[in-house]
């Protein structure tokens, strides 16, 4: 019900606003130039964030006199540690409601900080968007909406890049005086306490050192092929398997399915049919993921956060693409990455999985 309001007020707010905003004029030219404050609303979804990171680097190396802020909320700060490419981080509470005195302490101070430029590389900027661009007082407001006039400076294009890095790259490229080349890359930064914390868990859990250890990001998986994935990659390397996610996604077979031991099941499946007991790392738990992903010596994925984390960390990764998948997501080309798209029904191509599962681990079959 609350989601309800907010989204009514926040239509109302931006109809009550709609007409003074057309009665700005602005010189562009001056501002694109050179811009003093500069807001950056990034992604939302960490996976888009972190392919967002390069035209960060890009924009900082065009305006490096001007102070870049970033938009962000308070649980994906995590994403941007140690990344030098801003001067501040402005948090979003898409939380709260327009009209209320929390909603009016925001607008206050973000119109005190005297931005100039306000760019948006959400994917579907969309009411949220226009509100917020509206609340920067920004005199140029760019972003992809068809949403004049909160948006003051649209930019269209065709949808086939090269990669998700590709898209966000594009929409800078088209007003920056001077973008240059392409950085390649998407810097992202651990912390070492949580690298230790991580390292003394998997150690408690009786992983060895030099053992390798197969991450597995429990969404969007077939049971069954799953489960002879993991049988063949014990037969072949015997490692270590670290469950990340929730194990409803796996659906249980058989009558324990139907009398309330769902998820004891599941567990009770991927025992059986491994001889190393694996480690289940659950959605709530609060151990940091990115330093346990980085422990990963392979990542297996489907196109979800786990996989632009462990892509950005540059573990090597084997992504799985639905038919439907191939055209709207391309990642960028990296040695420490291998795609397998499914055939049409959906099937797994098992071998051709072993064969890349070969190519990352650089180990022979017979091993």
Known sequence: MRRVFRWLATQVYLTLHRPFLRRHL??????LKEPKRIILRLPTAPGELLFAIPT???IRKVYRDSRIFLLVSEERKILLQGNHHFDGITLDDHRTL?????FFRWKRHLRRQGFDLFIDLCPKNGNRGRLISLLSGAKVRIGRDEGEPF???EIYGEEDHRDEVEKHLFLVSTFLPDSGNRVEGIPFFLFQKRTRVVRDFLRFQGVKEGEILVGVDLQQW???FLLRLLRSL??????RILLLGSL???????LRARIGRGHQARMEEIHECLKKVPIHIPSHLKLECPEMVKECHLFLSFKT????IAYALEVPTILFLRQSEVGSFRPPTKETFKPIILGKKGDFPLKEVLKKVKELLGMEDDK
Do not use: A, M, W
Not at 305 to 308: A, H, K, P, T
């Open 222 to 224: 077939d049971r069954s």
């Open 56 to 58: 960060l680097q890009v």
């Open 98 to 102: 327009p009209f209320t005195p929390t």
């Open 248 to 254: 409803d996604t796996l659906p249980p077979k058989g």
């Open 234 to 239: 014990e037969e072949l390397y015997s490692p």
């Open 151 to 153: 948006y003051n400076c």
């Open 26 to 31: 602005t010189h562009f030219s001056q501002i």
């Open 305 to 308: 956060d786990f996989f632009s």
